[in-house]
């Protein structure tokens, strides 16, 4: 069966734009350790990090709580895959918005649900579809910026997302409003 549609949400194409990828690469570097250890150190950096940017008021309380959820699902992760997924957020995001536009037309019968919560991510994205020369797929995108990151795990924010009741982000051509 074909895949007929793939909501994402938070997409990270810009370093800037997520506070937690950011914080995910530089934890993963500062680390000395190898092996399991380098996971453990790293997952104490990032903590630290979070907690310090909360008490700075960087972040507000409501994604610190989001926070606390998220610190206990990441300790069990591979931290070297976290860290080259926050690289190559930053290094060109650009070119992870053209990679993404190229799998789009690969699968033309799906449709894709792209959420924005991030006003940069949405100029980016934006900025990369009017100059795309290739083909493209059914893409849909979302304006979500009115709400925190985060909200989109939530059992509200994904209901939403299902009903695609955010706010139409596109108005460009070849893409479903």
């Given at each position: 069966m074909p895949l007929s549609r793939v909501i994402l949400t938070e997409m990270n194409v810009n370093a800037?734009?997520?506070f937690i990828t950011s914080r995910?690469?530089?934890s993963y570097t500062a680390t000395k350790r190898e092996g399991p250890a380098r996971?453990?150190?790293a997952h104490k950096g990032f903590?630290?990090?979070v907690v310090k940017a909360n008490t700075e008021g960087r972040i507000s309380d409501s994604l610190m709580q989001d926070m606390a959820v998220y610190f206990?699902?990441?300790a069990k992760k591979d931290w070297a895959q976290l860290a080259r997924s926050a690289q190559e957020a930053s290094q060109d995001p650009e070119a992870r918005v053209a990679q993404f536009l190229g799998l789009t037309a690969e699968h033309p019968r799906t449709q894709f649900d792209l959420?924005?919560?991030d006003p940069e991510d949405l100029r980016i994205f934006h900025r990369r579809v009017e100059t795309w020369g290739g083909k493209l797929g059914q893409v849909r995108i979302l304006d979500a910026t009115a709400h925190e990151h985060f909200h989109h795990m939530s059992r509200a924010g994904v209901l939403e997302n299902l009903g695609g009741r955010q706010s139409p982000g596109g108005g460009l051509p070849g893409l479903f409003p």
């Open positions: 800037h734009s997520c995910l690469a530089a996971n453990q150190e903590v630290s990090l206990r699902t990441i959420v924005f919560s």
